[in-house]
C-alpha cells in the first residue's frame, strides 16, 4: 500500500492517540507470567502487540478480548506450556527480545522467528547475559540471531550484567529472567533507557532495587493488576512535530504517557524553539498529560548523549523538524539506529533527501542543514513504520504531492495513523494510491 499526500497550511484538533506500544507488550507478557487476573485497558491493538497476546497464547494463557484494547489475561503461567510450534514475533523486537528473557527460565524449548526485517536484527546482545545464566540459546549466526531455539533452565544463576548497549529491551530480559534465578540479578546499563519494565515489575509485586543506573530483581512470583495504558508518546510524536512545522497549527495530543525516560521529544522541539504545554497531568502508574503545540519557527540543535535513549525511536520524524528548521541539527551517539527495524540513519538520509533535505550521514548518527524546501516525491518506507509515518508528515509540509511508498507496516504501531492526519487536516491530506 502507497500513500499519497498532500501539502497542508493547516492542521487543527484534539485527538487522542493509540496506546503505548512499549507498555502493552509488557503488560500482555507481565500477565501471562503472574498468578491471578490481569485485566489491560489501553491495549495498543497494533500488529505488534498482538504478536505478543498470540505468543503468550501459545505459552498456555488464556486470554478474552473484552472490548477495543480491553483484554482480560488469566495468569499463572509462571510454568508456561512448551508450545507446539515456532513462534513468529513478525516484526516487533520487543516480543522476541523479552520473550527470550520469560523463556530462559521456563523448563521446556520454544522456537522464535520474526520477518525478514526481525531476522537481521541483533539477538546476541539479550542472548549472551541469558546464557551466561544458564540458559541455551543456539540459531543462526552463532546464536544472535533469529530463528533462535530457546532452551530454558531452572533456576537461572543469578548474575551482574553490565549491559554495553542503553536497550530497554535486553535490560527487560535479564529482569524478567531473574524471576526465575537462584539469586538476585542486577542490570547496570551505561544511560538509563525507557524504565516501563521497573515500574511494571514493582506493581505486579516484584522486589526490585533501583541504585543509579543499577537495577536488582528478586526471584520471586508476579501478582495479576489492572493496568491502564496511556497514549503512546511515540506515536503522539508524528503529531506533535506535524503541529511544529505546519504552518497554522494547533494540536493538543490526549492522554499521552510522559515517563520521563520517554520524553525525548518533547525536550528537543522545545530546545528547537517549539512550544509543547502539557494538561490534565496524571502520575498513577505510568505518567499520563494532555500535550498541545502550535506550529512556529524552529532552529537546528545538537541531539546526543543521554538524550538519545530518551527520543531513539522519534529520531525519523525529528529530522523532518530539522530539515524545516533554521540552522543545522547534529544527532550523534545514536549508531542504535543502524539495527532499529531499518538502517534508520541511512534510510532517513536517503528518503529525506530525495525530498530535498539536506541530510548527510554519519556512522552514528545525521547533520542536517534545515531550510532546504521540501519538494514533493516518492519515497519508500522499506517496510520500517517509523519511517513511513515520518515521510507522511515531510509529504504535508513539500511542495506538491509526495507519495509515501510500502506503509502497511504503520500499522506495526499506529493503526488510524492516516485517518488522525485526515482528522487534523479537516480533509483528506493522506489518501490510498489506487
Ligand atoms: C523498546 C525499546 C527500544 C525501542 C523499541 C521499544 C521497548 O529498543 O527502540 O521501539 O519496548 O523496550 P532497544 O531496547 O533496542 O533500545
Given at each position: 500500500m502507497n500513500f499519497r499526500v498532500r501539502p497542508v497550511n493547516r492542521l487543527r484538533g484534539r485527538i487522542a492517540v493509540p496506546g503505548d506500544k512499549s507498555i502493552s507488550h509488557r503488560a500482555a507478557l507481565f500477565g501471562a507470567l503472574a498468578e491471578g487476573i490481569t485485566e489491560v485497558r489501553g491495549f495498543l491493538e497494533?500488529?505488534?502487540?498482538?504478536?505478543t497476546i498470540t505468543a503468550i497464547e501459545a505459552l498456555g494463557a488464556d486470554v478474552t478480548r473484552k472490548g477495543a484494547g480491553e483484554y482480560r489475561i488469566v495468569g499463572g503461567h509462571r510454568e508456561m506450556l512448551e508450545p507446539d510450534d515456532v513462534i513468529d514475533c513478525g516484526n516487533s523486537g520487543t516480543t522476541a527480545r523479552l520473550l527470550m528473557g520469560v523463556l530462559a527460565g521456563q523448563p521446556c524449548a520454544a522456537t522464535l522467528t520474526g520477518d525478514a526485517s526481525l531476522r537481521r536484527r541483533p539477538m546476541g546482545r539479550v542472548a549472551e547475559p541469558l546464557r551466561l545464566m544458564g540458559a541455551t540459546i543456539v540459531g543462526r549466526a552463532d546464536g544472535s540471531r533469529l530463528p533462535l531455539l530457546v532452551r530454558g533452565a531452572r533456576p537461572l544463576h543469578a548474575i551482574a550484567y553490565d549491559t554495553p548497549v542503553a536497550s530497554a529491551q535486553v535490560k527487560s530480559a535479564v529482569l524478567l529472567a531473574g524471576l526465575f534465578a537462584d539469586g538476585p540479578v542486577t542490570v547496570t546499563e551505561p544511560a538509563a533507557s525507557r524504565d516501563h519494565t521497573e515500574r511494571m515489575l514493582?506493581?505486579?509485586?516484584?522486589?526490585?532495587?533501583?541504585?543509579?543506573?543499577?537495577?536488582?530483581?528478586?526471584?520471586?512470583?508476579?501478582?495479576?493488576?489492572?493496568?491502564?495504558?496511556?497514549?503512546?508518546?511515540?506515536?503522539?510524536?508524528?503529531?506533535l512535530v506535524a503541529?511544529?512545522?505546519v504552518r497554522d497549527a494547533r494540536i493538543t495530543v490526549l492522554g499521552t504517557g510522559v515517563n520521563p525516560t520517554r520524553t525525548g521529544v518533547i525536550d528537543a522541539l522545545e530546545a528547537m524553539g517549539a512550544n509543547v504545554v502539557q494538561g490534565d497531568v496524571t502520575q498513577e502508574g505510568e505518567p499520563s498529560a494532555s500535550l498541545t503545540i502550535a506550529g512556529g519557527p524552529l532552529t537546528g540543535i545538537i541531539i546526543a548523549g543521554e538524550l538519545i535513549p530518551r527520543l531513539i525511536d522519534e529520531v525519523p520524524v525529528l529530522a523532518v523538524a530539522a530539515a524545516m528548521a533554521r540552522g543545522t541539527t547534529?544527532?550523534?551517539?545514536?549508531?542504535?539506529?543502524?539495527?532499529?527495524?531499518?538502517?534508520?540513519?541511512?534510510?532517513?538520509?536517503r528518503e529525506l533527501g530525495r525530498l530535498g533535505a539536506a541530510v548527510t550521514e554519519q556512522p552514528d548518527g545525521l547533520v542536517i542543514e534545515g531550510g532546504q524546501p521540501l519538494i514533493g516525491a516518492r519515497v519508500s518506507s522499506g517496510g520500517d513504520h517509523r519511517l513511513a509515518m515520518a515521510l507522511v508528515i515531510a509529504g504535508l509540509v513539500a511542495e506538491g504531492e509526495t507519495v509515501v511508498e510500502d506503509t502497511a507496516c504503520i500499522a506495526t504501531s499506529f493503526p488510524g495513523f492516516a485517518e488522525a492526519i485526515n482528522a487534523l487536516a479537516g480533509g483528506a491530506a493522506v489518501t490510498v494510491e489506487p
Amino acid at each position: 500500500m502507497n500513500f499519497r499526500v498532500r501539502p497542508v497550511n493547516r492542521l487543527r484538533g484534539r485527538i487522542a492517540v493509540p496506546g503505548d506500544k512499549s507498555i502493552s507488550h509488557r503488560a500482555a507478557l507481565f500477565g501471562a507470567l503472574a498468578e491471578g487476573i490481569t485485566e489491560v485497558r489501553g491495549f495498543l491493538e497494533s500488529e505488534d502487540c498482538l504478536r505478543t497476546i498470540t505468543a503468550i497464547e501459545a505459552l498456555g494463557a488464556d486470554v478474552t478480548r473484552k472490548g477495543a484494547g480491553e483484554y482480560r489475561i488469566v495468569g499463572g503461567h509462571r510454568e508456561m506450556l512448551e508450545p507446539d510450534d515456532v513462534i513468529d514475533c513478525g516484526n516487533s523486537g520487543t516480543t522476541a527480545r523479552l520473550l527470550m528473557g520469560v523463556l530462559a527460565g521456563q523448563p521446556c524449548a520454544a522456537t522464535l522467528t520474526g520477518d525478514a526485517s526481525l531476522r537481521r536484527r541483533p539477538m546476541g546482545r539479550v542472548a549472551e547475559p541469558l546464557r551466561l545464566m544458564g540458559a541455551t540459546i543456539v540459531g543462526r549466526a552463532d546464536g544472535s540471531r533469529l530463528p533462535l531455539l530457546v532452551r530454558g533452565a531452572r533456576p537461572l544463576h543469578a548474575i551482574a550484567y553490565d549491559t554495553p548497549v542503553a536497550s530497554a529491551q535486553v535490560k527487560s530480559a535479564v529482569l524478567l529472567a531473574g524471576l526465575f534465578a537462584d539469586g538476585p540479578v542486577t542490570v547496570t546499563e551505561p544511560a538509563a533507557s525507557r524504565d516501563h519494565t521497573e515500574r511494571m515489575l514493582r506493581q505486579f509485586g516484584a522486589r526490585l532495587e533501583i541504585r543509579g543506573r543499577s537495577i536488582t530483581v528478586a526471584p520471586g512470583d508476579l501478582h495479576g493488576v489492572s493496568v491502564d495504558v496511556p497514549g503512546d508518546v511515540s506515536s503522539a510524536a508524528f503529531m506533535l512535530v506535524a503541529g511544529a512545522v505546519v504552518r497554522d497549527a494547533r494540536i493538543t495530543v490526549l492522554g499521552t504517557g510522559v515517563n520521563p525516560t520517554r520524553t525525548g521529544v518533547i525536550d528537543a522541539l522545545e530546545a528547537m524553539g517549539a512550544n509543547v504545554v502539557q494538561g490534565d497531568v496524571t502520575q498513577e502508574g505510568e505518567p499520563s498529560a494532555s500535550l498541545t503545540i502550535a506550529g512556529g519557527p524552529l532552529t537546528g540543535i545538537i541531539i546526543a548523549g543521554e538524550l538519545i535513549p530518551r527520543l531513539i525511536d522519534e529520531v525519523p520524524v525529528l529530522a523532518v523538524a530539522a530539515a524545516m528548521a533554521r540552522g543545522t541539527t547534529h544527532i550523534r551517539d545514536a549508531r542504535e539506529l543502524r539495527v532499529k527495524e531499518s538502517d534508520r540513519i541511512a534510510a532517513i538520509a536517503r528518503e529525506l533527501g530525495r525530498l530535498g533535505a539536506a541530510v548527510t550521514e554519519q556512522p552514528d548518527g545525521l547533520v542536517i542543514e534545515g531550510g532546504q524546501p521540501l519538494i514533493g516525491a516518492r519515497v519508500s518506507s522499506g517496510g520500517d513504520h517509523r519511517l513511513a509515518m515520518a515521510l507522511v508528515i515531510a509529504g504535508l509540509v513539500a511542495e506538491g504531492e509526495t507519495v509515501v511508498e510500502d506503509t502497511a507496516c504503520i500499522a506495526t504501531s499506529f493503526p488510524g495513523f492516516a485517518e488522525a492526519i485526515n482528522a487534523l487536516a479537516g480533509g483528506a491530506a493522506v489518501t490510498v494510491e489506487p
